[in-house]
């Protein structure tokens, strides 16, 4: 079955513009989580949605924001780019039954690097 | 939140047993311990979860001492395929923590292994 898709793949954006990244979790799968990573700062938690809301954030200022469609398909949008924005953008479903959650493996796409020039 | 403390990286060579250990003091009662693998410009794969004593699947094993403060990483017979970053979580099931929990990958343990 058809892992978890990340689009695009490469970005290159300019400081101040705005950019949404998109991501397909595995059929069935109800959780999306997106993670910013780094060389400085690592793996960091962004948030996660789960049937379209908001489950959890992460300690991320509110240029950071979200949505996860009725598909379960997800979308994060970054606003006012800055140069430390650039990043992998990673994305990773997981199965999250009703009394799951964390302890259900979760499954990374390849991610986006995004660049801010 | 359950801190986990790894080693920055380590060196092995083609063949041998690779023991990576993690240490999480403060583990909760209902922690679960999970363990990723990844490779550079990818994401992180899951490799074993487990809760206490011994976890074993085709990949790696698992060990948890009975006081559950650390864990440890065992990768029979390495190859150079194995050259990766592998980080140690902690943090319990939604359902039996009753609340939030947002995962924390930590920097992770850079395995180099040479030939």
């Known amino acids: 079955k058809a892992g978890v898709t990340q689009t695009p793949r490469y970005l290159i954006k300019t400081r101040g513009q705005q950019v949404t990244l998109s991501c397909s979790p595995i059929s069935g799968h109800r959780s999306v989580s997106w993670y910013q990573q780094t060389p400085g700062q690592g793996l960091q938690f962004l948030f996660e949605?789960?049937?379209?809301?908001?489950?959890n954030k992460g300690n991320f200022p509110g240029r950071f924001s979200g949505r996860q469609f009725s598909n379960s398909r997800s979308e994060m949008n970054v606003s006012t780019l800055e140069l430390g924005d650039s990043a992998l953008y990673l994305c990773?479903?997981?199965?999250?039954?009703?009394?799951?959650?964390?302890?259900?493996?979760?499954?990374f796409g390849q991610g986006t690097r995004l660049t801010v020039v | 939140l359950a801190k986990t403390t790894q080693p920055i990286s380590m060196d092995s060579y083609e063949g041998q047993e690779v023991n990576i250990t993690c240490s999480h003091n403060?583990?909760?009662?209902?922690?679960?311990i999970t363990w990723y693998q990844q490779f550079p410009s990818q994401g992180p794969r899951f490799i074993i979860q487990?809760?206490?004593t011994k976890v074993t699947n085709e990949v790696a094993s698992l060990f948890i001492p009975a006081d559950r403060k650390s864990s440890t990483l065992s990768l029979p017979r390495v190859s150079l395929s194995d050259t990766a970053v592998y980080y140690c979580l902690v943090g319990a099931p939604r359902g039996a923590s009753g609340g939030s929990y947002i995962p924390t990958f930590g920097r992770g343990t850079s395995l180099i292994v040479h030939p």
């Open positions: 990773a479903s997981s199965l999250d039954s009703s009394a799951g959650g964390w302890d259900t493996e979760a499954f």
């Open positions: 949605y789960f049937s379209e809301t908001q489950r």
């Open positions: 403060n583990i909760a009662t209902n922690d679960y």
């Open positions: 487990g809760y206490k």
